[in-house]
Each structure stands twice: as C-alpha cells, then as structure tokens.
C-alpha cells in the first residue's frame, strides 16, 4: 500500500510485531461476509424514512392517507404515532444543559433539517416503502434558517438558532502572559463540514422475537453494548432482553454504529408490528442524514517571547454541531480544546468552545475528531509564530515541544471525561527522525528549485498528538476448545480495522498457539456482558490488554495441569504451536486440546480446579496513552485552476507497539486518505436557504486512487506506553490527524504566501479566488 | 389435574415450596412460541429421508435418477455420498465393543430395519422432496430378520442377529443362598416395545452460517452441548464453531435430542450445500424411526426364606435393542439390571443382561428407562414370593425394605456409570402414609364386595424408588441487569418440564427477587461453555443448587456493596422484592438494580470490586439422589373383552423437597399416562418378517383423556437428600415407574388370579386370548 515501509520492529515477537495476514479477509475477499443487508427473515417489512425538504420550518401538517392506501404498505407513521419514543439519548454526562437538543426519531412541530425524518412507510417491500414515501405530503411553514455558527444565535426553536453550551477550559494567568508578551499571533481559522462515506451505508434489521421476548438489532456497530443499555432504557426493556449484532461492516470512521433517528424507528417498528423490519440506507441518505463533522471556527491567539517561545494562548472556538445534539452530545467541541496544544509546552491557556446548533445535518465524530480540526490550527498557529518572528517554523517546534524527560506530563487539562496525562513521548526525537526520514532539506532544495524554474511546488509539515486507549474497562473471555483451537470474546467491535488479527496476534503470542487457530468473537450483546465497541483507538490497547491478561491466566492453568500430567518441573516447559512440553531438550508433551479435554467438568484428573481451560481477563485503565507523529507533504499547485496535486507524502509515527505493522500501515494510508480529502476536497457544502449541495458522490468529492500520493511510511516504537505491558497504543487515527495541517502549510510555501491558507478544504475554486482576492489586495 | 393433591409444605419458603404458574406457558399458549417447525431462513431447503422398507436386506444397488430429475431437487444422497461422515457415536463409556454396531447415517451394504434411512433427497420444497423420495428405487435383496432376542443370536451381518456384549453385574454368593434357601421363586417377565411419541414430532434446522465458518442446528434439545461436542469430532471441527438451539420442544421423554441419523444427514447437507437445511419429522416416521424402547425379557429368580425375606436374586435379562447401537449404548440394559432391586434389601445378587440386536427400530431411553421394566419384574416377583408362601405381598415387601437407618446405604452396584449410593428413604413410612392415603382397606372391602357380586375388580400396588440428579457438573451464570431483572444462563434444557419456573424460584429464593423477574436461558450453546441438558431428572437437582450458589455468590456481592452505600451493618441487611435494606425496621433501602448500576465497569464506587452483580456457580456430584414411592391402582376387568378399566389411581411419592408441587404433580400425572400406556396399551407390533404394525395412531394406541382415571397425588418431603443443601430430588420419573406393576398386580387381583399378569402390556386382546387358554388349562 505504502510506498516506503520502515519499522524498527527490534521487540517482534513469534506473533506480535508481524505483518501477518489478516484473519477477517476470507470471508470478505470471497463474498461470503453477512452485512446487514444479506440479513433476511421471513415475513420481513422494510422501512423507507420521509425526510424533510426544509432546513427549517414548522409542521402545519402530514398527508399520509394516499400512502397509506398503497397496496403492501403496513404502516405510515409520524411523530405523534411515536410519541411515546423518547429521544435520542447522548453521552459527554459531564456537560450539562444539553438534554432540551436532542433528536426526537420523527420531527414533532418543526422541521431543523434538511433531511430530518418527519415520517417512515413500513411496507412489504422496499420498493413500495419508496415509492409510497414519495405520496407523503408534508406540509411545511419555511422559517428563516441559522446557518453561521459565528453569527450570533438566538433561540433555537421557534427562533434562528442557539448556544446550548460553552464549554471552557484553561489553567494559568493567561492574561498576564499577554500583557507580557514579546508579540501576539492571531489567527481565525476554519474547517469545513465533512464526514466518513463509508463504502456500504448504514443498514438496520430489528426483529422482536416473541417466543423469547428480546428484541434483536441487527447492523449494530462500534458501541453495541452501550446502544444496547440506551435502547433498554428508551424502550422500558431490560438489558437482558435486547440483542444486538454487529455483522461484517463496511467502514465505521466515527460515523456508524451510533443510535440514530433510525434505530429508534426500527426497533419501535419491530415492537409494535412484531415483524422483523428492514433498513437500508442509500448513498443520498447517508450524504443528507448521518452525522457530519468539523465544521469549527477557531479564533486563537498565542503570546509568545522573542524566541517564539509559547507563554499562552487564548482560544475561542465556534462548533457547528447542525440541529440537534446527537449521541455525542459536545464531545467533539471539547475534545477540541481538550487536546488542543498537542506536543507543545503551553504555560498557560485560556479556551471557550461555542456549541452552536444550526440547521444543518448533526454533528458528530469523525476519525481523530477534534484532532484534525485542533492540529490544523495550532500548526497554523506555530507556523504564524515562525513568520511574525521571523524564526524558521521547525525551530518554534523545537523551542516549544515537551522533551521525553517530561514524561509523563500532565497537561491540566481533560478530554473524553479524562484527564489528559501524556504517557510517554520524545518528540524532538521524532522530529529528527521524520525530518531524516523524508529527506528534508533535499525536498526544500527541489521545491526552491522546481519554484525557481516557474512551478509552485512546497513542502509542510504538521506534527500531532493522537490520544488511544480509552478506558474505563474491557473484558475478554479466553478458553481453548477441546480441538485446540482458542475463542476468544470480546464486547469489542470490528469495523474493518484488523481487531480479530490483532487480537489474535496477542493471544497467539501470549497463548504459545498458532493465531490462526484463534477465532476472536465479537459484535453479539448475548455473549459478553459488558463492552466497550471500537472507537477512540481503544480496541488493541484495551482489548488487547484484557486478551492478553486471560491468556496469561490459561496459560497458568495449562501449564500447572501439564507439570502434573507430565510429571515435569512447570518451571521447565513452555508452550509452542499450541502444545506444551519441554523448554529445551526432548521430553513428554501435551497438546492444549488434550488439556482442554483433561479440564471439562468429567474429567477424572481435573481435581478442584474450575472446569474449562479457560478464563476472564479485564483491564481498567483510567487514562489514555498517547501516540504521536509527523505529516509531510510535498504539493504542487496550479495556480490557474487552484488544483493542488500531492505529490508525495509521508507519516511518521511513534505508536509504542505495533502488533501488527502491516495493518498499522493501512490505518494510517487509509486514515490519509480520509485526511487529504478533508483538506482539499471533501464538504458538505449549504446553499443560503440551508439546502445541502452535496447529496451525491459527483458533488461530495471523495479522494480516490487517482488523487492518492505515494506514501512513506515510518513507525516508531520508541514510546512504548506505560500504561500497559506490552506498550501499545492506537493506531486508527494517525492518517488523518495532521493531514489538514501538513496540506496547508505546503500549499503556503509551494505559493510563497505564508498563512495563505485559513480554511480547509483548500478545493480548487476555493484557492483560486482566494489566490484572486490576494493578488488583488497586493 | 390430579382429583386430589396432598403435599407437606412444611418447608416451603417465599418461592420455593409454592405453586406458582410457569413462566413457560405465556409464548406456548399464546402461539408465541418458536418450535423448530417455525424457523425459517432464506434460500432454505428441504430434506426427506427414504427408508428401508425391509426388516433386513443386502442393499444390491439404489436408483436415484428419476428423483434427481425432479425439478427443483438439488442432491439425493446415499450412503456413497456421504462415506466421510463416521456412524452415530454414543456414550456409555464403560461398555465395550459396541462400536462396530453402531448406525451409519444412511444405510450401508445392509438395510437392517424398516425405516432405516437408505437415501436422502433434497429440494427447495418440502413437498418435491417428498414426491421425489417416492421415486427413489433400492433393489434389496430380502434376507431373514431375527426378531425374537431370546432366540439364539448368530452373526449381525449378513448373518441373523447378534450379541455385542452381556453385561454382569452382582454381587454376594448367589450360589450359596439358592442352596440354602427354604423357597426358590422364579418368573418369565416380559414388557413390550413402546416409547415416546411427543405432540411435537422431530425436526431439524442445519445452517453453515458462511460469514462466521459456524454450524448451527436448530431443534436440538435434551443434551445440546453433548452433541455439539460430538458434532464436533464427527466433522472435525471446533466445537465453538458449532452451535446448537433448542427452541421450544414439544415433549421429550428421553425419544427426542438424542443425535440420530437425520443430524447426521442435516449438518452434512448444511455443510455441503452452503444452504439452510431442514427437515420435520412426520409422525410415521417417528413410529418407525425414533428410538423405541422397554422391549425386555426377564428370567428372574429369588431365593428367600420362610419369612419371605429374600436372600438372593438371580436375574437374567434379555434386552432387544433393535437394529443398532445407538447413543445410549447398552445404558438401558446397564441401568435394569443396576437398578432392578428397589427398596430392597438383598443380600446376594447376579444378574447377566444379554444386549442383543436384532432386525427392529432401534432402542434407548424413555421415562424411567430400565426402572418401568424392573419395578414390573422385581414387584412382581415380590408378590409371587408372597404367593408361594402364603404371606400377604405388603408383608413380604416390609419385611425385606430397607430401613431409614440403613442410609446411606450402598448397594455396591453401579447405574449410569456412577455407584449406587441410596441417599436417603424411608420406605416403611411412606407404605403407612401411602396406605392410610388411599384407604387401602376400604379399597380391599370395595374390591371384595364387588368380586362377590361379580365384577372383577382389584387393587394393586408398587413400590419403587427412582433416581435423579445426575452428574458429573453443572455450571449457571446469574447476573443482575440494571433494571433489576435477573438473567440466569444455564446449558441444562427445557423439555416441557418446567424448568424455566423452577430455576427461577430457587433464585428469587435466594436472591429475594419476584421469580416472574428472573429469565432463564438454556438451549443455547454459544451463552455458556459446558451444559449437561435435562435427562435422569437432573435438572432441578444440578441445574437447582449450581443456580443457588451462584445466587449466594451474587447476594454477597449485592448485600456488601449495600452495606457501603447504605452505611449499614451488613448483617442487618436482607433483601426483599429486589431491594437491599434493612431486616428490621425502617431505613434507607437500594435496589438490586441500583447496585448492578453501580458495579458496571465505568461506576465510580465500583472499588476493587470485578464489574457485574453476577457470578457462576457449579455443582459438582459423583452420586445420584433417590426419590422413591409408590402406585395404587383400582381396576375394573371385562371379562369378555379383556379390557382393563382403570377406575382410581394413586401415586406417593417422596421426593425430597418439591420446588414446585404444581409442576411435580404434573410431571407425576403425565407420566402416569405413559406409565398406563405402556402398562395397557402402547406397543410397537412387528409381523413375522420385521414390517412395523404400529406406524399410525390408530394403531399405536396412546392413552386419551378417556383412559385416564382419576387420579391422587401425595408429594412427601419426608426424606430430603442429604447430597445438595435444599434436599431435592427428582420429579420426572416418578409416574411412570411402577405403573405397570400396580396394574399388573391389580388385574391378577381383579381376576383373583395370582401371577396371571406376566407380560405388558395387558392389552384386551392378549388379556382375553390368556384368560381363553388359562381357563381351558384349569
């Protein structure tokens, strides 16, 4: 996939640390997955969700009745046929103040959206359900709608808009440092709207089984316990009779797997019709009505001394979090400011966050949220430093990046509901390192050169902070069949980023086994009782952490069952290829099967020991660990058209561990893609009247292969973290984080305008009027 | 049900003891409920077996052309097809050679009974693949069937028949006690072939779930995890990547959940065509195909002195298996001659079983396997000692009962592979409580004064004792949910017999929650690594107390964490109706539900405590326990027709302690009538040349409401079982148990011909052709 691999892989063991095949490729490659589509049951209806065509207005009524008339159509349903369904529930329960905001399933007085559901049709087929959601007639007073989150709201409903929530953070005088400052940096930055596009959309299947008495959900993903527990409370149910389950997913990113107005409607449908109801959403859905993301303004300042030396910086900040608070609640406005200063030693820091709804689509999380927004303006800001002192841009890094013996730093400041505790790190190190790595002063050669003989070609830099590692907790059960073969159980969730792999590779490691011969289950409420999903770069850290703990734990019970069987010293054999026997020499042995078969309830040589050769691992951990890393990029620029064509890229980054560098390698291509599309292409894009321009994939424009740089990739684990044996940390957001960042700063220096760039996406008609604007002004 | 129920309830509790209505019945009297009949999925398709319509035959070729043509066949299969998969296996362990007897799935070289599968064919449609089954032709050489396993055995194949194994057990001088007995009193004893024919015949649902490489069946019951385990080795793969569903169960008795041919054939077709596959059971073939059972011929003698006190027996038994070794093994011979002495006291013992095959369905376990035949024959030999010296049969059975101080008491004989350990009894007193219950000597004077003016009416009586709670283990998982519901997870099975309800009393018992909140799940391989299913009237024994200690672990936890959050004394602390408070007085109280709440991983008063107010509790046992009691019957004989009338029945039964004394009556008066068919009418007839007689209802004649009388139950809890804390035994068994020796001693007391009954069942026809041929002989 990359171009350029290195890895100092110096601590790979038999498993941990190889690039080896992934396990959940098979059933994918051969078309043998069960997405939530290829999920049917008999007697199975299918949903089709009426949206509103309004970015606001009030509802004076809905006609239904001539859709309800269509042959095959079971139910039309509106708000007040839902209205005993709360609404959606959020967390972030540290914030307060934003339960009035959150999103009924069905609109209920007004519409906020465009693409607001204000009905579905519940029909025998699919085809129906559409054809008869089209003869809803809604209709619909248009109020004036609130579209500039930095314009100044008023109330939310029937008003123009509202601030649920400031939210603040800081520590230090920063005011004193101000008034002390060598110089003042200012900056307004912005980021525009844009969203994981997923390549299946999201799908639904609820099914209440009344010979049990449980609701099945089917297309869960990401958080499957936690929408569980929200789903019981919303529908007065007990955990214990809801199922959810996971399926094979096409891409998460944030994006899926949260409840939305959909999940709501399905289960109440199943419920009530006691049918098994279906939904799939189409591309035009996805585009209109799942959760979009940041679109931040930042106004920041920094005060520094002569030698570009940060004293503070004051941030304000204006999120866009769209109609409603969804299940986020303010998380990603927070997380902003929460882990805004990255690797940088800030004395003192003052944020207000302004969480504003608006009548666009609702935000949410999108892979590294707050980081992409956060690391684009503070190396903006760095970069701003350089240029208002006159001081090279790396050298205000150097100054100012927190050394390796600060470890661990406490930056007084929280994130996630955590407080923010940098674990390890040597940044300047891996300054060095990147900056070796990708050839830097030759690239500043050939860009001076290139630039010299007419083209606009620059090289930037942005340097981050990921976090990973999110706790409190995760549990995983380990036990080893009577075959040998291992199964493992996680409430942990596959969103393709490789868990089962991973997770394997740990357990293979830890187990003395074959990872092939390990069978990571995952994705069903019924097996596991708790769990935590896949989000926030978690799963190998604290999945893998609990995995690893359980094996311990079986690999003590075998062994102490082997030392009797073979009548051998325990300290004397090890486990290889699943079977255990002498460390060294020749000498008796036991399969982990035969063990297995020894330890059921039966068994005659079991003695006391609990049955099973098998345990429970958890892990709590109460803080994140934190990777980090480096983006450089080489572009080109056509200033006739604004295109700007990445020539070449690079990621540099410490992860601490990587249990498997090749799946590593693919999160962070993967996540760059992702990253460059919302630096130069990707945005949800309103017209005045809050109508989204951007409903087809002609007009939100994804990158593609064509679009794609060659990419180097460097991974470091000269951080391992503290905070777990083997030192992991996450590696799903690593891509993206500084890609907005690196973008822009190469764009200023291929144009020699620095601080040209103050907004993202830089798309060409964006550039070239700016380009215009700029020229002009001269 | 019962006219009469009389229970001592001197122990019952809040929950235990009562006689709650079954959280079962909701779904099955609402037609909620899922049997596997209602399972469904996709694409699926649809088995029917072709059998044998020889009793024995060499297999010269089958023709399956013209059923391949049928449109929508997709596979007919004979034994050629499925060479790969090994025979049926079974347990039983501790007998040998059995193995080359048993049953491939589809019959090879031979045919050896009618209804042996021969071939299968497989269509989108259940009812093409019935019409495509009619043309499939196999030209089988007829060869003769052994059909009477009394007669000399030869060879199984090709030659008549065969003797695997003759099992002995025994022990004393026989010898010596024959030689010095003051009386020798011998019998031929017979009982006839009959089984279970459950309202819900079979069924099975075999899908490979390709997404996930997992083997599901649906329709397993009785023992889901003994036969994922061996589904397991016979497909060589891991038994996680096989799981089995139970669903609800239309009646078990031992017939259904044992793996037979048709799962064999199901999970091969599943595995090889990739698609759904199902097959139900039509009631033909279930009186042709599932396992028969009771067919046994008892030589059987007793040494005894001039008190009538025995001094030894001599038993020789010859079991008819049928066709093959199925997955019982030889257990129902092992469990006759293991189990044959009752309440007895005997001081000497041989017996020699003689398991033979031969040309019939094959045989294994129905309700009270092994006990209904060798109640029959050891009560009958009671009353015949009596008879031969002139004492009255009640007397010759006190005289030779086991005394309560004699319990423990080891009989030095093993059943089911465990020794024989009576726990606990006391049979004498529960003849006096039984015979002051029916009012035995009015029961006498009525029969009398009626025999004088002419009816031929009688009262008869049989002791036996049962046994139940099966080992080795059982394992339950309890966990309470948020909203205070209690999820109990249990790999035991519900086959009708309540057990949903009574697992759940015993835990609100111990927890102090309504039981109509606690949801017992079983049937489900993939919820809990080992299960040991419902058989030998284990569940409420193993099942009961592992759910107690689990409860007690639980309660623990709840009441510990209480006492913190309270700020109270532990000690006085109880918790009622799901709310921890205190014992005594007013005070602060929380709720079961507030306490899982604050023991969820993320809870911050959670300490050192593992998430989960939940535990697993097992139960380990090497012995059973041993209920025991007693059947009187009332009979009215025609004369003419040879038609036995039953006009009162009686069961007592002490049973330890009754969970639920609704559900133990119902278990007693259930399997009365099974014990009345068996005893009068239910038996599987073959002609001559092996054809089956009694393959529709018509002619297998099962016991109706007319037939039943009424009847009284007396539930004692006189003698509970000193091997789990709650004293229980099992109810399962008990109605069936000596039905056909009370009615046997009844008819030979209302024709006031002692001994006349030596064969079951006394049907009107051979009644009437034995009263024919004795009276003639007179």
């Known amino acids: 996939?990359?171009?350029?691999?290195?890895?100092?892989?110096?601590?790979?063991?038999?498993?941990?640390?190889?690039?080896?095949?992934?396990?959940?490729?098979?059933?994918?490659?051969t078309g043998r997955a069960r997405f939530v589509g290829d999920v049917n049951f008999p007697r199975q209806l299918h949903a089709r969700i009426v949206r509103s065509s309004h970015a606001k207005g009030r509802i004076v009524s809905i006609d239904a009745d001539e859709a309800r008339a269509v042959p095959g159509v079971v139910a039309v349903w509106t708000a007040a046929d839902m209205a005993d369904v709360p609404n959606i529930p959020f967390r972030a329960t540290a914030i307060k103040g934003l339960t009035p905001y959150t999103q009924p399933p069905l609109a209920r007085d007004y519409v906020r959206f465009v693409g607001e559901p204000v009905a579905v049709v519940i029909a025998d087929d699919a085809y129906v359900a559409e054809d008869a959601a089209e003869l809803v007639f809604a209709d619909i007073e248009e109020l004036d709608p609130y579209l500039d989150a930095t314009a100044d709201p008023g109330e939310f409903a029937p008003g123009l808009g509202c601030e649920p929530v400031v939210i603040e953070k800081g520590y230090g005088d920063t005011d004193a440092a101000f008034d002390a400052a060598h110089a003042?940096?200012?900056?307004?930055?912005s980021t525009g709207?844009?969203?994981?596009?997923?390549?299946?959309?999201?799908?639904?299947?609820?099914?209440?089984?009344?010979?049990?008495?449980?609701?099945?959900?089917?297309?869960?993903?990401?958080?499957?316990?936690?929408n569980r527990d929200q789903l019981a409370e919303l529908f007065s149910m007990s955990p214990a009779d809801i199922e959810l389950f996971e399926n094979s997913v096409g891409g998460g990113f944030g994006v899926r797997g949260e409840l939305y107005p959909e999940d709501l409607i399905l289960c109440h449908a199943a419920l009530t019709l006691r049918r098994p109801v279906k939904w799939i959403e189409d591309r035009r859905e996805h585009l209109l009505s799942a959760n979009q993301s940041r679109e931040q303004t930042h106004r920041i300042r920094a005060a520094v001394d002569a030698e570009g030396r940060i004293l503070a910086i004051d941030e304000c900040l204006f999120h866009d979090q769209g109609a409603y608070v969804r299940t986020h609640g303010a998380r990603v406005a927070d997380m902003t400011i929460g882990l805004l200063l990255g690797p940088y030693r800030v004395p003192a820091y003052r944020a207000r966050a302004h969480y504003r709804l608006t009548n666009k689509t609702p935000a949410a999380t999108y892979r590294a949220p707050g980081r992409f927004e956060g690391t684009f303006v503070r190396e903006r800001l760095i970069e701003a430093i350089g240029r208002n002192l006159g001081i090279d841009a790396l050298q205000v890094r150097r100054v100012n990046l927190l050394a390796s013996s600060d470890m661990p730093y406490e930056r007084g400041l929280s994130a996630l509901e955590t407080e923010v505790v940098l674990d390890s790190g040597d940044y300047e190190g891996l300054l060095?390192?990147?900056?070796?790595?990708?050839?830097?002063?030759?690239?500043?050669?050939?860009?001076?050169?290139?630039?010299?003989?007419?083209?606009?070609?620059?090289?930037?830099?942005g340097m981050f902070v990921e976090k990973s590692g999110l706790g409190p907790s995760e549990v995983v059960d380990v036990s080893v069949q009577t075959d040998g073969s291992v199964r493992v159980v996680t409430g942990a969730?596959?969103?393709?980023?490789?868990?089962?792999?991973?997770?394997?590779?740990?357990?293979?490691?830890?187990?003395?086994?074959?990872?092939?011969?390990?069978?990571?289950?995952?994705g069903d409420t019924n097996l596991i009782p708790f769990g935590f999903g896949a989000?926030?770069?978690?799963?190998?850290?604290?999945t893998g952490e609990a995995a690893r703990r359980a094996c311990e734990t079986v690999r003590d019970k075998a062994l102490d069952l082997a030392a009797e069987l073979l009548q051998m010293d325990r300290d004397k054999l090890s486990i290889e290829e699943g079977t255990v026997g002498a460390s060294e020499g020749e000498g008796p042995s036991i399969s982990l099967g035969e063990l297995a078969r020894n330890l059921t309830p039966a068994s005659t040589v079991r003695g006391d020991r609990e049955p099973g050769l098998s345990a429970t691992g958890w892990f709590h951990n109460k803080h994140m660990n934190y990777p980090y890393g480096i983006h450089v990029a080489k572009v080109r620029v056509d200033r006739e058209t604004g295109h700007v064509e990445v020539e070449r890229y690079a990621v540099i980054y410490d992860i601490g561990r990587a249990v498997n560098p090749a799946l590593v390698e693919g999160q962070i291509v993967g996540g760059l893609a992702q990253g460059l599309g919302g630096a130069l292409y990707e945005e949800f894009v309103y017209d005045?009247?809050?109508?989204?321009?951007?409903?087809?994939?002609?007009?939100?424009?994804?990158?593609?292969?064509?679009?794609?740089?060659?990419?180097?990739?460097?991974?470091?684990?000269?951080?391992?973290?503290?905070?777990?044996?083997?030192?992991?940390?996450?590696?799903?957001?690593?891509?993206?984080?500084?890609?907005?960042?690196?973008?822009?700063?190469?764009?200023?220096?291929a144009l020699q305008m620095p601080g040209l760039v103050r907004r993202l996406p830089i798309t060409p008609q964006s550039l070239r009027k700016q380009l215009l604007t700029e020229n002009a002004g001269e």
Not at 535 to 542: C, I, L, N, P
Request: net charge negative.
């Open 493 to 522: 969730a596959s969103v393709g980023q490789g868990m089962e792999t991973v997770i394997a590779q740990i357990c293979a490691e830890t187990l003395g086994v074959d990872y092939r011969r390990i069978r990571v289950l995952h």
């Open 432 to 461: 060095d390192k990147a900056l070796d790595f990708v050839g830097w002063n030759d690239l500043q050669d050939e860009a001076e050169r290139r630039r010299a003989a007419g083209e606009a070609v620059g090289v930037g830099l």
């Open 688 to 749: 005045d009247t809050g109508q989204p321009l951007s409903v087809t994939l002609a007009d939100y424009q994804m990158v593609t292969a064509t679009e794609m740089p060659p990419v180097d990739v460097l991974i470091l684990e000269d951080a391992p973290s503290p905070l777990n044996p083997l030192g992991i940390k996450g590696a799903g957001e690593a891509g993206v984080n500084a890609a907005g960042a690196a973008i822009a700063s190469a764009v200023d220096d």
């Open 535 to 542: 989000h926030a770069s978690r799963v190998t850290v604290m």
């Open 1 to 29: 996939m990359a171009e350029r691999v290195a890895q100092a892989s110096r601590r790979a063991g038999r498993y941990i640390g190889r690039p080896v095949t992934r396990l959940e490729d098979p059933p994918l490659v």
């Open 184 to 189: 003042v940096v200012e900056l307004e930055l």
């Open 193 to 226: 709207r844009h969203s994981a596009v997923p390549m299946e959309p999201r799908g639904l299947l609820a099914r209440f089984d009344e010979s049990r008495g449980v609701l099945e959900l089917y297309g869960a993903a990401k958080r499957p316990h936690w």
